[in-house]
């Protein structure tokens, strides 16, 4: 692979731009880590356990930290993959790299559908009477194009997505700072520390809701291995990823915990409404009267941010897949070659054009009921993938490729397991309410059916 300089726009045949600079994948870094779901859920997930999410948020977050721990170090001692799927096939058969290919890419596929979905409602908030394909489609050839002409262009986009969430956060945050230290009185009482640790309860609506928030939280860090996938697109991936990495405790205790606390300092949890933006309503109570307008403007940005994440994944994805695995429909349509401006062009198009049937998706009469059933079982999905990275690690170091002078993962002999005991768990909680009941049936069957199937495809 030919080292380009970080400015270039043109790459020799089929070798990619490393095009995204060390500031771009940091702030990718930070922002992919937090969620439409935050500015959104959070009042849902307070409402389940009170407090006690924090507990929940830092403990699953510590989980995903060492999933990119063990994504790392793979990543660190072959910079030049297009996305982690190689080195599931590479350390646990093509059997299970043809599994977790294809499975990450629909995944990825679904997840960008109800973002392209939600981009239409949130765009609505201010032109009501736009029909929502309409946004949609415009929204995904302009993603599309701007994955298509650089992956420089790319990386500025992301940039400047990211940074419109940090800062809500962090305004968030100030806001509650100057409350607190001014005793400032809102219509809900007092801002204080108290309105948290007064009557403190680990359980105060019983342990099963402990335990169902932990699925909440665990999908509201999925896509958190983009960053992994990032890093190779940068002139210098072996000192990027380290730094990208090894933060990420930091990030999740001041942008989720932080949050959190801001949040029911100033708005005693037990009235906060689970069906409303705590982030709107916050904002309401500093006296901010368009709060409303702003978070929706933060969400929607935050959800153009997914789709365009969305459209890099996947369009690398398929390239990688059409490179690897010979005779799958991916070679036959030629997916496995690039732009001149070094990008996959082929594979990016092909997921644009799936990820835009959402927009006929939510116009006929009875498929969005089934779109809404795929959509839930790929999320469980994503949990046998993630699964799948500790695995081939734990493959990787038992290999004779073992860099002894990596990027390495912490005392993976013990971590490792209990990394993968708590995926299950995670797992099982999808069976514990109704909302998540029928997804999890479907995630069951298509790991069980489409597993068995690639497995016995390339068991030769």
């Known amino acids: 692979m030919s080292k380009q300089t970080q400015g270039s726009q043109q790459a020799p045949e089929n070798e990619k731009v490393r095009g995204l600079q060390n500031r771009h994948v ?57 996305t982690f799927i190689h080195f599931i096939g590479k350390y646990l058969g093509p059997g299970y790299g043809y599994f977790a290919g294809l499975s990450y890419w629909l995944s990825l596929i679904f997840i960008g559908m109800a973002e392209l979905t939600a981009v239409g409602e949130y765009v609505r908030f201010w032109f009501p009477s736009w029909p929502a394909w309409i946004i949609q489609i415009v929204f995904l050839v302009v993603l599309s194009m701007v994955n ?13 997505f ?64 983009f960053v992994g996938i990032t890093t190779s697109e940068t002139a210098n991936p072996r000192k990027v990823l380290p730094k990208a990495i090894k933060d ?91 732009s001149r401006q070094g990008v996959p062009s082929a594979a990016i198009i092909t997921s644009a054009i799936v990820v835009g049937a959402s927009a006929l998706i939510s116009v006929i009469p009875g498929i969005s009921d089934a779109f809404a059933l795929i959509t839930a079982s790929s999320s469980g999905v994503y949990i046998s993938i993630y699964a799948l990275i500790m695995l081939a690690h734990w493959q990787y170091r038992k290999s004779e490729d073992f860099m002894a002078d990596g990027y390495l993962m912490p005392a993976y002999k013990v971590l490792t397991p209990v ?25 069951t069957i298509w790991v069980i059916a489409f597993g068995g199937y690639s497995y016995f495809k390339f068991r030769k």
């Open 148 to 160: 298509l002409i650089a992956v420089k262009l790319f990386g500025e986009m992301e940039f400047w």
């Open 419 to 443: 990394t993968l005991v708590f995926f299950a768990f995670v797992f099982v909680t999808l069976f514990m309410q109704s909302s998540t009941l029928y997804g999890a049936i479907g995630a």
């Open 26 to 82: 940091q702030l990718i870094a930070i922002a992919g880590t937090i969620g439409t779901g935050l500015f959104l859920g959070a009042g849902r997930s307070i409402s389940l356990t009170g407090p006690s999410i924090m507990l929940v948020y830092m403990i699953t977050g510590g989980f995903m930290f060492l999933m990119m721990r063990a994504l790392g170090e793979l990543l660190y001692r072959d910079p030049n993959q297009h």
């Open 162 to 225: 990211g940074m419109i969430k940090i800062v809500a956060i962090v305004g968030l945050i100030v806001t509650a700072i100057f409350m607190l230290l001014t005793n400032f009185q809102t219509s809900q009482g007092v801002v204080s520390l108290a309105n948290i640790t007064d009557n403190f309860h680990m359980f105060p609506n019983g342990a099963k809701s402990f335990i169902i928030a932990f699925q909440m939280v665990f999908f509201s860090y999925l896509v958190i291995e």
């Open 248 to 338: 990420l405790p930091i990030r999740i205790i001041i942008f989720y915990v932080g949050s959190l606390i801001a949040i029911m300092s100033i708005f005693p949890w037990r009235q906060l409404p689970a069906d409303a933006s705590p982030f709107v309503m916050v904002f309401k109570l500093a006296g901010i009267k368009w709060a409303a307008a702003l978070i929706n403007f933060v969400v929607l940005t935050s959800a153009a941010s997914s789709l365009n994440s969305t459209l890099f994944s996947t369009g690398r994805q398929l390239f990688q897949m059409a490179s690897e695995t010979p005779n799958s429909f991916t070679k036959r349509f030629n997916l496995d070659r690039l």
